[in-house]
């Protein structure tokens, strides 16, 4: 199989970082600035920054319905951090929850821990949390895949994967690993000319 062609939105925040790591596990990642660069995509990662200045970018340089086309089309998503909040159900309404931002309040801005990640082996996973948000509700059809504190911090709703931590900020590739599997397998799906989903 060609490489997987990954994206990474680059209207402002960590893009770099990510399409490091996408690299070294072997996809081809490129910088998503116009709907044009969306255009038969295995995959996107949406990544952290300031998810305000994200969602104005994202209106700004027309990119909305082929984000939705993406999403529709069934071809995996992976939310990081402000990530997340763009994904949530008051912004593109990608999973089914709601985020609160900078939830972890003043004294907790930005720290590390070891998180058991549900799909990415026992080895619990160094997270790297910066003004992050958790997911405050949610429904049925997300999978929560690991919790901070009984909150929700990383979750996966079909082929949209979220987390609230960094993980392109640490050298442990397995969580982008697991959003590659998943593009992996949308890519099968769609060769064996299947139905998204
Ligand atoms: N606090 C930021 C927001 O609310 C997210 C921080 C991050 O992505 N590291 O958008």
Known sequence: MPELRVGVLA????????????????????????PEDLEDLDGLVIPGGESTTIVKGIESAGLEPALRAHHEAGRPILGTCAGLIVCD???????????????????????????????????PLRAVFIRAPWVESHGPEVEVLATYEDHPVAVRQGAVLAAAFHPELT???????LFMAMATSARERSERGEVAR
């Open 171 to 177: 050298d442990d590739p397995r969580f982008h690993a």
């Open 89 to 123: 159900s008051e912004h593109l309404g990608f999973l089914d929850a709601t985020a609160r931002r900078n939830a972890f309040g003043r004294q907790l801005q930005s720290f590390e821990a070891d998180l058991a990640v549900t799909g990415i082996g026992d080895e």
């Open 11 to 34: 209207v402002q925040g960590d893009f770099e970082a990510h399409a490091r790591i996408l690299r070294q596990l072997g996809a081809e990642a490129s910088e998503v600035r116009t």
